[in-house]
T-cell receptor
């Protein structure tokens, strides 16, 4: 149980385009989902926390207009990188937390974004 | 604010040798402690977690960790390393009501 999927697993796009990444909890309802960014050989950097039906809470330094997050249902959250630039190239990982599971998070497999 | 420190960004051991990955947290005692493993180009997988009760926690793949309040530590060990253990390991503690704060990560390399 507690499986989280991400789609796509990798994406290559041209500079200036927008890219949407989906995160789904497959067998549980995720009241809260998280979006992380990971640079090579570094730890995870939390970008934002999204609660179902409400606006996402962004961490300091993360542009909310650049990284649009939508959590429209208890099983789906999306991250849209708008007007992507090469510096947005990174590994993006989502995680989900269900009710009553302490702070444990279940992670998706990640999405490798490359912006040309 | 809570913080997590993993000593050693890279640990290399021989196959069959003891694995010891170190994790120390800030002075406030966290209610939970986690170890996650990340294989290349994948997300994180929970290895084990400490909640309450026994301070020695057993996880998957033969790993275990011991919560030592007096040392503010939660080191991860495995008696005998296997080639398949090569990965990145992250220690994490709660941050606020929902979030996790991660250590810097330790890359484990297994030498044949």
């Amino acid at each position: 149980g507690a499986v989280v999927s991400q789609h796509p697993s990798w994406v290559i796009c041209k500079s200036g385009t927008s890219v949407k990444i989906e995160c789904r909890s497959l067998d549980f309802q995720a009241t809260t989902m998280f979006w992380y960014r990971q640079f090579p050989k570094q730890s995870l950097m939390l970008m934002a926390t999204s609660n179902e039906g409400s606006k996402a809470t962004y961490e300091q330094g993360v542009e909310k207009d650049k990284f649009l997050i939508n959590h429209a249902s208890l099983t789906l959250s999306t991250l849209t990188v708008t007007s992507a630039h090469p510096e947005d190239s990174s590994f993006y990982i989502c995680s989900a937390r269900g009710q009553g599971r302490d702070n444990e998070q279940f992670f998706g497999p990640g999405t490798r974004l490359t912006v040309l | 604010a809570q913080s997590v420190t993993q000593l050693g960004s890279h640990v290399s051991v021989s196959e069959g040798a003891l694995v010891l990955l170190r994790c120390n947290y800030s002075s406030s005692v966290p209610p939970y402690l986690f170890w996650y493993v990340q294989y290349p180009n994948q997300g994180l997988q929970l290895l084990l977690k400490y909640t309450t009760g026994a301070t020695l926690v057993k996880g998957i793949n033969g790993f275990e960790a011991e919560f030592k309040k007096s040392e503010t530590s939660f080191h991860l060990t495995k008696p005998s390393a296997h080639m398949s253990d090569a990965a990145e390991y992250f220690c994490a503690i709660p941050w606020g009501a929902q979030k996790l704060v991660f250590g810097q990560g330790t890359r484990l390399t297994i030498n044949p």
